[in-house]
């Protein structure tokens, strides 16, 4: 499995931003997708996750209410919706992807459940 975010950028405070994750290769085992993040000098940190079929979402506190994570199983993509964001925010984003328990519906939150990454996309928050 290969995954490919894009999306990120410079975005003011208050402002918003779309974060997009393509998968690739054996697309069809794929079960839970998060996004994770890291700001420079601290550890990698959950952001939201989303199980297979979608109707499984679980987000960080820090961005309960402000983030959006959906798929588009079709187009083997998820995405990651940045509202009302914060400099706090400001990280390179990652996608990442499991395939441990064949076609069951489920959410991971630990880094170390997931076994698939992409290389990550800068999100800058700043006036």
């Known amino acids: 499995v290969q995954l490919v975010e894009s999306g990120g950028g410079l975005v003011q405070p208050g402002g918003s931003l779309r974060l997009s994750c393509a998968a690739s290769g054996r697309i069809f085992s794929i079960n839970a997708m998060g996004w994770f993040r890291q700001a420079p000098g601290k550890e990698r940190e959950f952001v939201a996750a989303?199980?297979?079929?979608?109707?499984?979402?679980y987000y960080a506190d820090s961005v309960k209410g402000r983030f959006t994570i959906s798929r588009d199983n079709a187009k083997n993509t998820v995405y990651l919706q940045m509202n009302s964001m914060k400099a706090e925010d400001t990280a390179v984003y990652y996608c990442?992807?499991?395939?441990?328990?064949?076609?069951?519906?489920?959410?991971?939150?630990?880094?170390?459940?997931?076994?698939?990454w992409g290389q990550g996309t800068q999100v800058t928050v700043s006036s």
């Open positions: 989303i199980s297979r079929s979608g109707g499984i979402t």
């Open positions: 990442a992807a499991e395939d441990r328990i064949p076609y069951r519906d489920y959410v991971r939150r630990a880094s170390y459940e997931y076994d698939y």
